[in-house]
């Protein structure tokens, strides 16, 4: 089992920058599984973003996050970090991070709001 907790969500104005953070705890290592971040609007089907590996040494993204977000992680504080820069209307969501374990992503956070908008 692994319990995650997002936060750092909020208000930020296009151009902005928010980081969200996804505290791990349960399974151990925290190391020995990968991370991901997802997002969700009413409009939309959940989005991936991207992935970052158990040791932090190797990410994935989507190509439209590409340049704007960066993922990283702090095995030593069960923390994954969601770097957002230039942020647009468009990113408005809530957005999730999850556990890559057992060959799918199992286990889910319950979510951050995130609002662009000036």
């Known amino acids: 089992q692994v319990q995650l907790v997002e936060s750092g969500g909020g208000l930020a104005q296009p151009g902005g920058s928010l980081r969200l953070s996804c505290a791990a705890s349960?399974?151990?290592?925290?190391?020995?599984?990968?991370l991901g971040w997802f997002r969700q609007t009413p409009e939309k089907e959940r989005e991936y973003l991207g992935t970052?590996?158990?040791?932090?040494?190797?990410?994935y993204y989507n190509d439209f996050v590409k340049g704007r977000f960066t993922i990283s992680r702090d095995n030593a504080k069960n923390t994954v970090y969601l770097q957002m820069n230039n942020l647009k209307p468009e990113d408005t969501a809530i957005y999730y991070c999850?556990?890559?374990?057992?060959?799918?992503?199992?286990?889910w956070g319950q979510g951050t709001q995130v609002t662009v908008s000036s």
């Open positions: 349960g399974r151990t290592p925290f190391s020995s599984y990968p």
């Open positions: 970052i590996s158990g040791r932090g040494t190797t990410t």
């Open positions: 999850a556990a890559w374990i057992g060959e799918k992503w199992d286990f």
